[in-house]
């Protein structure tokens, strides 16, 4: 199993940005819906029936010591759509342990940037997975425990054929 990135495009989202793909769209209105007063949505917005239009596509990520500066990201729940791509389930392991040192700086870049500032990251690369081209769209949530800490990352991601 290979597989390559380039092309990586991450930005902070603003409070109504809009997003090119209808469910990456639609997750982030109901995020920002759940967002009070600065206060970030805690677990309870990992709700399977809330997010029933993204079944397969989710990524749940914990934040390990989201206070330092040495934070490590753990895959908790991956999605089927993730494993059928990449061929590979990496529930359990350490984002930092990805095969694809790369791709692992990238995508701890990424989940450090939505920690530290409390707001979303809609990222699109293009991936090579064996031999097959695809834009990967990503949307990285920031879900908070009762002190507000950032202790979780929701992430959302669609696969979609690159156009040759």
Known sequence: ????????????????????????????????QVVSGGALPDAAFIDPQRLAYLDGMLVIVDVERPEAELRRYRYRSVGRHFIDHLKVDPAGTYMDQHPESDFAAQAIRACDLVVQTRRPIHARIDRDIDGRLFTVEFLLLPVADAAGAVVTLLIAQIFTPAEV
């Open 1 to 32: 199993m290979t597989f390559t990135s380039s092309g990586g495009n991450f930005s902070l989202l603003v409070a109504e940005e809009q997003l090119e793909t209808l469910r990456l769209n639609r997750l982030y209105r109901d995020w920002r």
